[in-house]
């Protein structure tokens, strides 16, 4: 998914007007590398961090998967977190720069008044639950993580969201003094993902604040991400600041880079390869074997009639 590695770009590109064109060329020298460097499963780099607190009274398994979790450890060693760097190990070895309080949310857009909601009290709004989901990486590696939180609705609810809003924006925090990788522009920052606004609305979306029954690893998305359980991982931005309600369908991060390899909708589909690579099968974190990738990764009964009349190969 990565384009060249940031400490070849010069300062001097960071104002160049040719950058756009470039991240397309990094874009397309990435194949290679990107197979060997999504293998999941190699010796630790890095070491897993300490355990955080424990959320008290978390609901358990509302929503019930019937398969085992992948290790705490694998999952806050290996991940995307670009802002902190292009690794899989960067986002744990560069994360504990961020400060996760005082931490806010604004919500605006098409909403009768913009808001700004602190963290603290959002996490009032609900009960917190646990809900063990499979997160698919559209680089072909997968995991099953239990995630503590409560559906996206919940925002909705509080948010007098008006009746044009057709899409929702999640605006990822970009404050380069805590995310050194931020100054360099190989993505166009901040990170901006969106979904329609009635995937947000179904009961399977949600804010996630933690997992693992603790609170969320900042390499993880500290203190709250979108976890959309049907698509490609990199729908769920993590380290939410901004939440945006439009009318028409945005940019995103990924659109705005390679439209033609991330589709808006990043529905999880077998059958939908990626421009340069099956998306058929996935390795879990942790194993040998590689498993077959599911239709909306698992999610079809539940998610499948939000799509139907749509070519999934053209909205892909
Ligand atoms: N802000 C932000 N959110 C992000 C990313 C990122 O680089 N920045 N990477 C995405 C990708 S590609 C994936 S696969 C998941 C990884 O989440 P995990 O590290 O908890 O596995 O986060 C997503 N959210
Ligand atoms: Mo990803």
Not at 131 to 142: A, D, I, K, P, Q
Request: charged share 25%; with cysteine; proline share 9%.
């Amino acid at each position: 998914m990565i384009i060249r590695r940031p400490p070849d770009i010069a300062p001097s590109e960071i104002t160049d007007p040719g950058v756009y064109n470039r991240r397309r060329e990094f874009l397309a020298g990435l194949g290679l590398g990107l197979a060997a460097a999504a293998l999941p499963g190699r010796a630790l780099a890095v070491a897993a961090p300490a355990h955080g607190a424990r959320f008290e009274g978390v609901v358990p398994n509302v929503v019930t998967l019937d398969e085992k979790a992948t290790p705490f450890d694998s999952m806050t060693t290996y991940g995307n977190f670009y802002e902190f760097g292009p690794d899989k190990e960067s986002p744990a070895r560069n994360a504990h720069r961020l400060r996760t309080r005082p931490w806010t949310i604004t919500v605006d857009g098409a909403v009768k008044t913009p808001k700004t909601f602190a963290l603290d009290d959002i996490l009032k709004w609900a009960p917190l639950e646990e809900r063990t989901y499979r997160l698919r990486c559209v680089e072909g590696w997968s995991a099953v993580v239990p995630w503590v939180g409560f559906p996206f609705a919940e925002l909705a609810k509080r948010a007098e969201v008006t009746g044009n809003a057709k899409f929702v924006e999640f605006w990822s925090l970009a404050d380069a003094e805590q995310m050194p990788f931020v100054r360099i522009p190989f993505l166009d920052w901040p990170y901006v993902e969106a979904i329609r606004l009635d995937e947000a609305m179904h009961p399977l979306t949600i804010l996630a604040f933690g997992m693992y029954g603790e609170v969320m690893p900042k390499q993880n998305g500290a203190p709250v991400r979108l976890v959309v359980p049907w698509k490609y991982g990199f729908k769920g931005a993590k380290s939410i600041v901004r939440i945006r309600f439009v009318e028409k369908q945005p940019e995103t991060v990924w659109t705005k880079t390679a439209p033609d390899e991330y589709g808006f909708y990043s529905n999880v589909n077998p059958d939908v390869p990626h421009k340069r690579w099956s998306q058929a099968n996935e390795r879990r974190l942790g194993e040998f074997f590689r498993r077959r990738t599911l239709p909306f990764n698992g999610y079809a009964e539940q998610v499948g009639q939000l799509y139907t009349g749509m070519d999934l190969k053209r909205y892909f």
